[in-house]
């Protein structure tokens, strides 16, 4: 499956799966019809088995703005309802890639702000190019947040800097996310889509049954009690130990790399 | 309204609610009366709609010592039940503060220990002066934390830290505490009031009800469930969508700084 | 109580309960024997009164290499109970270490991987040596993480580099642990006893109570809402106002070290 409409680039090849935000004329602002198309291309990511990984990336100059502030401004009066509709469908999409038992893997072109902040950061692994910078930027419009900002930042960069970038609207630098563990790691701008390539080529190779187990876990992992994650690793180690497990397993004494595409 | 005694002087001016601990001769410690006036004065900077922002520091040399270690030593085979009503009372101030729908800025004008310590970092926005200092202090007269340390420490720096500073009583310079997030920046001594007052103005002109629903959702990130905070965004989103997102968005595209004032 | 058993060496001495992983010919990793020895040496730690802090590490070169692979690849097709019994008889050992009301100090004399990595940070405070360095290691056999690491990981690292770890296997050298607060502090290899000592000494001659108290506190911070977790502060203040405090304040106003072993 693949498609081209409304602002996303859809496509899936060798196990990836490819979602590109492609309205790069407004910096890839998000308006109803892109979040309509954005949530197909999730579902597509998280129904299709033969997709292992799945990458985001952004066209252009910028990662994304964040909502489209033109749509918003049409709205007027209806403002409430317009918001509610697009950033539910959005939520729908994140949702999916989110909770899917796949590695989520973002590539961040350029600078992100708003509910582009959200994706961006959503990765399991973030690659930040160095021209990339992160601000929240809903404060100044009189807005809150969205797109799972409010329950990712604490959880990535602790509630210190949480609260700075979303009541101060401090801005980011690539170096300085990547400090905080906002971002996974930085790349140069021109090296980006090769080292991304290489990385997506990794996670899709990887044991995705144990690493959908350890992404799901890790999501869980704050609001959850000692006792009871105790008892999810090792329900997930039981169910981890099937084919992956003993293909991992067999290669280690073998001295081979393991290749758990065919497990 | 304005009052000072027991040790707090309190008083409303410019849409700014300033609580000042005022025991300078005892470095700020709390005792009952004390803890009484800071619950009235909290309760104060909650229900009066005329304060946009509340602003806590301390007179003298130290921003607060903690809880009156002679008032324990009085209370002698009733100290269990004198703590009890001490913290209980203190915790009622705290939670107003806490929980209020408008920002809390914190200037920590010298050291801060015990409670102390829970007052210091509870702020939103925490600017500290050089020569503060941040110490847990329980464990070496036989207690464990209260103000919500054991909630709040992890938060800002991570268990490893929080670990430290209470159980092994680990000092923390103004250095140490930016670095980690316990503050979110130091401010030379001499230039702490100023820099307060600016930060305090730029939040009393912040679209309040948003930073009011964006504050509760970062204190309540870390315990929700990804799929909850998501939800309380949305509808966050759509209920700041009234007037402040309005005037936002309007000087968004007029090019002119908002107004929230008069949203 | 003291033993030397299937891999686990125990002895109880000066209030300290010292248990060390002993298998070093093969990376102290750990077998079923092995694990049901470690629950032992546990639940003696947890009720032998006279235990008022407790020692982990591991005897060789390394500090322990994680579950025992041999013993996986033995089992074949019945590698999934076989797991399941291995990580459910340490996953008891584990809780009761990590729930025990009494401080937990790990000396990490070497490379931790898989529930190696699980046991070497899973301390209150957690000295590293210069030569240990520490890996998930799991995804690379296709499994997922047990041991708790899924649920310490994000609370000690935060979430970035928890994914970093267990999802793309990065390797932290000692210093990058300390720098990320994956443990408290590096200490020269050959210092690691003596320092170890002297923090397990420290420790133990702490008010045990309110340590115990404290480090609850801490383990449900995360998961537990802000007013939950204040009623939990104020009812641990009242209860260690028993002997602990009683010995505390008098100390603080006599100018001399408090006994909390006496108390």
């Given at each position: ?204 190779s990887a044991p995705v ?12 992992s704050f609001e959850s ?12 180690m039981a169910i981890a ?23």
């Amino acid at each position: 499956m693949s498609f081209s409409k409304d602002g996303i680039a859809f496509e899936v090849a060798d196990g990836i799966g490819r979602i590109t935000l492609d309205r790069p004329d407004i910096g890839n602002a998000i308006d109803l019809p892109m979040a309509r198309a954005f949530f197909e291309a999730a579902i597509a990511c998280e129904t299709d088995a033969s997709v292992r990984c799945v990458v985001v990336t952004g066209n252009g100059r910028l990662f994304c703005a964040g909502g489209d502030i033109g749509a918003m401004r049409q709205a007027g009066d209806a403002l409430p309802a317009a918001l509610t509709e697009l950033i539910g469908t959005l939520h729908a999409g994140i949702q999916r890639l989110a909770t899917m038992p796949k590695p989520l893997l973002t590539l961040v072109n350029g600078p992100a702000a708003g509910v582009g902040l959200s994706l961006a950061v959503m990765g399991d692994v973030v690659l930040s190019g160095k021209a990339a910078h992160y601000t929240a930027a809903y404060g100044a419009i009189g807005l809150t947040a969205d797109g799972g900002l409010s329950w990712l930042l604490p959880r990535l960069v602790g509630l210190r800097k949480a609260q700075e970038m979303i009541l101060t609207n401090r801005r980011l630098s690539a170096d300085e996310a990547e400090a905080c563990g906002l971002v996974t790691r930085t790349v140069d701008d021109a090296e980006l889509a090769a080292e991304g390539e290489k990385v997506a080529q990794k996670l899709a190779s990887a044991p995705v049954a144990a690493f959908g187990a350890a992404r799901a876990m890790l999501r869980e992992s704050f609001e959850s009690g000692f006792e009871t994650q105790l008892d999810r690793e090792l329900r997930s180690m039981a169910i981890a130990a099937g084919a992956e497990a003993r293909e991992g397993i067999a290669a280690f004494f073998e001295k081979r790399p393991a290749n758990f595409r065919g497990a």
